[in-house]
């Protein structure tokens, strides 16, 4: 089965790594990723590591109509990784995982950044909004009722991070030289890149999470995202 995706759709499967069984998923890795597999200190990072690698290989693998296994993968000299041209380089994808659960982001219209968080822990990550949030971000967050703030902290988070994804900078990018909506129910949106508005607007940005969880998509076009949650049964894989 080949699974298509059409002209400016974004995919985003959200999955839950423990549904999954790790020796299955293990099999398909290359033998530069069981390396940095084998480099994790806890059984808990190896174990999400391989299973959303593992993962990330079953369902390009059903877009690509190759094989888990024979897909390669290049970086970014900041480590974004991609398809290599062997493997079918129109495909963008990004994936993100958090304690529990996963993302995964895939498309043909252009980079592609997603970012999922556990909403939990406000209080110890709370001090870093001057760090992470521009001016207009902090003023935003500052006018929220305070029972509005975790989840908006959250919410901010993960669009920012999606968007530092997408253009594949990472945390080269100053946070402050961007800005994004910040309340949970205002329309997910770049506001801001550098001091030119006009090419924020280029871009897409939506919400993914649910459950405990805050995810966000970005694309610097216009696109058409749907979320799904992704079940080891859509990849012909056992239930853990
Ligand atoms: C890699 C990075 C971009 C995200 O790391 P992270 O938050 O620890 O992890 P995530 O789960 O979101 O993403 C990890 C995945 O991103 C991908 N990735 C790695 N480098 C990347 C880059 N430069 N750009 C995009 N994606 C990248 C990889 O697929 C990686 O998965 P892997 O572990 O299976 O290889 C990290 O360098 C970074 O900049 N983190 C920012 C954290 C932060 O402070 N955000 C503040 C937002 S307000």
Do not use: D, H, M, T
């Given at each position: 089965m080949r699974y298509e995706i059409g002209p400016g759709e974004v995919h985003c499967w959200t999955f839950r790594p423990a549904e999954f069984a790790v020796n299955e998923l293990a099999v398909v890795l290359s033998m530069d990723e069981r390396k940095r597999a084998n480099r994790f200190v806890f059984d808990r990072d190896r174990n999400e590591f391989v299973v959303c690698r593992g993962i990330l290989r079953h369902l390009l693998a059903l877009y690509a109509g190759m094989a888990p296994s024979d897909l390669q993968f290049e970086y970014s000299a900041r480590g974004k990784p991609a398809l290599a041209p062997n493997s079918d380089a129109r495909i963008q994808f990004n994936v993100a995982h958090s304690r529990g659960a996963g993302v995964i982001g895939v498309t043909c219209a252009a980079p592609v950044g997603v970012d999922i968080e556990r909403m939990d822990g406000f209080a110890r990550?709370?001090?870093?909004?001057?760090t992470c949030f521009a001016p207009e971000e902090q003023a935003e967050f500052a006018s929220l009722p305070q029972r509005a703030q975790p989840r908006a902290f959250y919410a901010g988070w993960t669009r920012k991070e999606a968007f530092i994804k997408a253009t594949g900078e990472g945390l080269s990018r100053p946070l402050h030289s961007f800005a994004v909506t910040i309340a949970p129910d205002a329309c997910p949106r770049l506001l801001r890149c550098n001091s030119d508005p006009a090419s924020a607007a280029a871009w897409t940005m939506a919400d993914l999470g649910d459950h405990g969880f805050a995810a966000a998509v970005a694309v610097p076009a216009p696109a058409s995202i749907r979320a799904r949650n992704?079940?080891?049964?859509?990849?012909?894989?056992k239930q853990a």
């Open positions: 990550v709370s001090a870093l909004v001057p992704l079940y080891p049964q859509f990849l012909g894989l």
